[in-house]
């Protein structure tokens, strides 16, 4: 059974640039969800995808967008970016039975937004 | 709104003696409440979980008990050793049943 992996573990981007962030769910999990981890702060939720839909959403605004594959793997894509997108982005699968409990995290994307 | 309150922020405590972390929530809807522990440039991993038709559940040394009515749930670590250092995280499941919401974390200091 292989983990979640996400990629890459590194990413300098400057302001105004887009970055995709990428995410390999674990084996037989059908949902992913993503969370921005900034310093010394718990994980904020950023979304959730079900069977290649968006199946809920936190308080982050339209340019945070997200897709997820037939093989469930997702993408975390993220428009006009600004200082404070610097963090790390974690990804989060499960398994989409009984209420999408026991989340199992990739290692996350550090970003740094100069 | 959703929220997770978590205290203390911090907490030192010498090997040997118990630790407790406390966790307020918001949405009395919420019906399952996990733990992260977070070392230092790792990811997040569950170390216990508790659901709301149980008070209590124990794990070896770590254990999480739940007062529903009062939407407060605790995680207590008994015997710290230093490998218990690390970051820890309460969550809570809100309705509908895609969203969990962490706290702000507490950050165990054991020292030997």
């Known amino acids: 059974e292989t983990g979640v992996t996400q990629s890459p573990t590194h990413l300098i981007k400057t302001r105004g640039q887009q970055v995709t962030l990428r995410c390999s769910s674990q084996?037989?999990?059908?949902?992913v969800s993503w969370y921005q981890q900034a310093l010394g702060q718990g994980p904020q939720f950023i979304f959730q995808?079900?069977?290649?839909?968006?199946?809920g959403r936190g308080n982050f605004p339209p340019r945070f967008s997200g897709l997820q594959f037939p093989n469930y793997s997702s993408e975390l894509n993220v428009n006009a970016l600004e200082l404070d997108d610097s963090a790390l982005y974690l990804c989060?699968?499960?398994?989409?039975?009984?209420?999408?409990?026991?989340?199992?995290f990739g290692s996350g994307t550090q970003l740094s937004v100069l | 709104g959703e929220n997770v309150e978590q205290h203390p922020s911090t907490l030192s405590v010498q090997e040997g003696d118990s630790a407790v972390i406390k966790c307020t929530y918001s949405?009395?809807?919420?019906?399952?409440f996990p733990w992260y522990k977070q070392e230092l440039g790792k990811r997040p991993q569950l170390i216990i979980d508790?659901?709301?038709?149980?008070g209590e559940k124990k794990d070896q040394r770590i254990a999480v008990t739940l007062n529903k009515t009062a939407k407060h749930f605790s995680l207590h670590i008994t015997e710290t050793q230093p490998e218990d250092s690390a970051v820890y995280f309460c969550?809570?499941?809100?309705?509908?049943?895609?969203?969990?919401?962490f706290g702000a974390g507490t950050r165990l200091f054991v020292k030997a």
């Open positions: 989060a699968s499960s398994s989409g039975t009984e209420l999408n409990e026991k989340l199992f």
């Open positions: 084996s037989g999990h059908n949902t």
């Open positions: 995808y079900y069977r290649e839909e968006e199946n």
């Open positions: 949405d009395s809807a919420s019906n399952y």
């Open positions: 508790i659901r709301s038709n149980v």
């Open positions: 969550a809570a499941l809100y309705t509908g049943g895609f969203k969990t919401i």
